[in-house]
């Protein structure tokens, strides 16, 4: 049997993150982990579970500063909910309904999809695209990584061994809108084959700030820097959103399709934004 220690505060779960047992792994929501369990993937590598879903200090969303700050462990039926998610980033509130279905949105966490770092994580480009900061926590203290930091290889982040997500911070920039779009193979219950997400300012005609998360055609979520550039200086999207992504064939879909429907989407997406 695997050991599982269920926290009830921040200094208890650091109490454990400081011994370091081996093998630890965190649980929140579970709808990533269990799955992982269930097909005893990687199974034999936990030696002990942290379960931090009962942590009211990793609960609620505030909006302080101009600044969005959702705790790690909101759900994607809260982000829907929340009239402040609403408000301020109702493309993550739109995504969340599109995320698995009831019981993955009461279960599934914010913090999880970030922790789990899938290139096929749904809220990843729009954190992305919104410039996201990522509280992290341990024994150790905390510091904030940017999103764009965060993501370092397939499944592998920037999180230390003895640290836990804490909360993830959106900048409200005045006048900027950010929109996505999910292309899976139906409208309910699947998995992207690509996703894009774009916030822009527009004026006059052009885009200024542009910032564009892609999932689904890389190894890891992408920030695609070329064709922001492009899209700001009246450049050539598509050809620039080639170097900033690598699909690769996989039983959803071919590489030549992420590439062309992930530069048509682009394209409509900053033409909306310009409108
Ligand atoms: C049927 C089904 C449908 C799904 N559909 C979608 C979909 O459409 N789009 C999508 O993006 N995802 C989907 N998922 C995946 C999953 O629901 C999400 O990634 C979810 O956000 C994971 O959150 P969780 O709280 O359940 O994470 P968990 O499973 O508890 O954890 C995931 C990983 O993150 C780590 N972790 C979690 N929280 C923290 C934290 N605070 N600090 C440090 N480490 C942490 C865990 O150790 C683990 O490695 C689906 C899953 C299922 C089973």
């Not at 950010?178 to 309910?188: D, P």
């Not at 690598?246 to 934004?273: F, H, M, Q």
Request: hydrophobic share 45%; with cysteine; net charge positive.
């Amino acid at each position: 049997m695997i050991p599982v220690t269920s926290v009830r505060s921040l200094p208890e779960a650091y109490a454990l993150l400081r011994d370091r047992p081996q093998g630890l792994r965190v649980l929140a929501g579970g709808t990533d982990f269990m799955v992982a369990v269930n097909a005893r993937l990687g199974l034999d590598r936990i030696g002990h579970v942290l379960d931090i879903w009962r942590l009211q200090e990793l609960r609620g969303i505030s909006f302080t500063a101009g600044v969005l700050q959702i705790a790690s462990l909101t759900t994607y039926s809260e982000l829907m909910r929340s009239p402040e998610v609403v408000r301020h980033f109702p493309a993550l509130s739109a995504v969340s309904r599109e995320v698995g279905a009831w019981a993955i949105q009461n279960r599934g966490t914010l913090g999880g999809n970030v922790c789990n770092a899938s290139p096929a994580g749904d809220s990843l480009p729009i954190l992305l695209a919104a410039d996201a900061r990522l509280l992290l926590g341990g024994p150790r203290g905390e510091r904030v990584v940017p999103a764009h930091e965060f993501f370092l290889g397939y499944r592998k982040t920037a999180l230390g061994a003895d640290e836990l997500l804490l909360r993830i911070d959106l900048p409200v920039v005045e006048g900027a809108r950010l929109v996505y779009r999910k292309v899976g193979t139906r409208k309910a219950q699947s998995i992207s084959r690509t996703i894009v997400a774009v916030r822009a300012t527009a004026g006059g005609g052009a885009l200024r700030e542009v910032r564009i998360g892609a999932g689904c055609v890389a190894p890891v979520p992408v920030r695609c820097r070329a064709a922001e550039r492009a899209a700001e200086q009246g450049g050539d999207v598509r050809r620039a959103l080639e170097s900033d992504i690598k699909p690769i064939d996989d039983l959803r879909a071919t590489a030549v399709y992420r590439s062309r429907v992930t530069g048509n989407v682009l394209l409509r997406l900053l033409e909306g934004l310009r409108a």
